[in-house]
């Protein structure tokens, strides 16, 4: 699996219409073991912020759900903690309303660029 190309495949996704969380998730279907569909279904109500924009970003949200669907045991706390960490560091925030900026702030990090960045911080987290 190229982490890479997983990235680009998750903006892709939300481009498309996926929210955040399900272009996350999606892009990273092969290392979590379930179809797509499910995985969208799983995701849907974590987009905008878990759809309140005070909630964690979606896209986090998805590559934590990655992990966890991936590690299935104790890895799973370190794994998400590096996760959150990456993120924080690449996009400049963790929740929704920080990133975007809302209201009358500037804006920390594009939808789009927190998707990739998700996907990257789960595969340094990950060793990919």
């Known amino acids: 699996m190229d982490i890479n190309e997983c990235a680009k495949r998750a903006v892709e996704l939300k481009r498309r219409g996926y929210n955040c969380c399900q272009a996350v998730a999606v892009a990273l279907s092969e290392v979590t073991g379930l179809g797509e569909d499910t995985l969208m279904q799983l995701a849907s109500g974590f987009g905008a912020g878990m759809g309140t924009m005070e909630g964690s970003c979606g896209a986090l949200v998805g590559a934590v759900m990655a992990a966890g669907l991936s590690c299935r045991g104790a890895g799973t706390m370190r794994m998400s903690r590096q996760i959150i960490s990456s993120f924080k560091d690449k996009c400049g925030a963790v929740t929704c309303m920080d990133l975007k ?8 990090c594009p939808c789009d660029q927190c998707v990739k960045n998700a996907v990257l911080a789960f595969g340094e987290a990950a060793g990919l």
């Not at 900026?101 to 920390?108: A, I």
């Open 101 to 108: 900026g809302y209201p009358g702030g500037r804006v920390l």
